[in-house]
Nanobody, 124 residues
Framework: VQLQASGGGLVQSGGSLRLSCTVS????????IGWFRQAPGKEREGVSC????????YYTESVKGRFSISRDNAKNTVYLQMNDLQPEDTAVYYC??????????????????WGQGTQVTVSS
């Protein structure tokens, strides 16, 4: 299983970015996909998760109303649309997957496979 995260970049405060996580070897519709981020000097933080099959979506409190997770089954890709970005959103963003949704979706130790990170930098 391989995950490829992309779409990061430099954006001004209030701007938007869309991250993509393209997955190989497994159908994204049947696996739980999570997005995480890690800022310098901080622990990795669960940002969002889309549940396998049902597609139910979960967000950490700090991004609710600004970020939106979605998936395109035909492209086997999961997206993280990030709007109204703020400097505190600056981090390396990772996607990860596990065969089924976990109640503790925001914990990085419950995921089996990880993509490389993509840097998101928000300037004030």
């Amino acid at each position: 299983v391989q995950l490829q995260a992309s779409g990061g970049g430099l954006v001004q405060s209030g701007g938007s970015l869309r991250l993509s996580c393209t997955v190989s070897s497994i159908p994204v519709a049947n696996w739980a996909i999570g997005w995480f981020r890690q800022a310098p000097g901080k622990e990795r933080e669960g940002v969002s998760c889309i549940r396998n099959v049902s597609g139910q979506k979960y967000y950490t409190e700090s991004v609710k109303g600004r970020f939106s997770i979605s998936r395109d089954n035909a492209k086997n890709t999961v997206y993280l649309q990030m709007n109204d970005l703020q400097p505190e959103d600056t981090a390396v963003y990772y996607c990860a997957t596990r065969p089924a949704f976990h109640l503790y979706w925001y914990r990085d130790d419950v995921y089996d496979y990880w993509g490389q990170g993509t840097q998101v930098t928000v300037s004030s």
